[in-house]
Nanobody, 118 residues
């Protein structure tokens, strides 16, 4: 059974940092693009960042402005999202996902809550 399990969320003050982890099991995702998405209350899920299989190429949403960094450790089948300079508007449930070669995102974790207080 394929599973993506996020961890590392929590409550942090504005300006603080958190590091999210996404551990995959059931199969290797070392050849897949991996990504992070988020969904705030009352809003649609939005793309945050993605990373290619080698970790050499990353993609980030415009709103990040360099505050978040995505990385991966294929030996551990784990993807990370380092979030710095957090703002209250970053409050959301953060989801990890794996993309197929056809471009879909069929694999999702259950999400981890990030709350940033002002």
């Amino acid at each position: 059974q394929v599973q993506l399990v996020e961890s590392g969320g929590g409550l942090v003050q504005a300006g603080g940092s958190l590091r999210l982890s996404c551990a995959a099991s059931g199969r290797s995702f070392s050849n897949n693009v991996m990504g992070w998405f988020r969904q705030a209350p009352g809003k649609e899920r939005e793309f945050v960042a993605a990373i290619d299989w080698s970790g050499g190429t990353t993609y980030g949403a415009d709103f990040l402005k360099g505050r978040f960094t995505i990385s991966r450790d294929n030996a551990k089948n784990t993807v990370y999202l380092q979030m710095n300079s957090l703002k209250p508007e970053d409050t959301a449930v953060y989801y990890c996902a794996a993309r197929t070669t056809t471009g879909g995102w069929p694999y999702w974790g259950q999400g981890t809550q990030v709350t940033v207080s002002s």
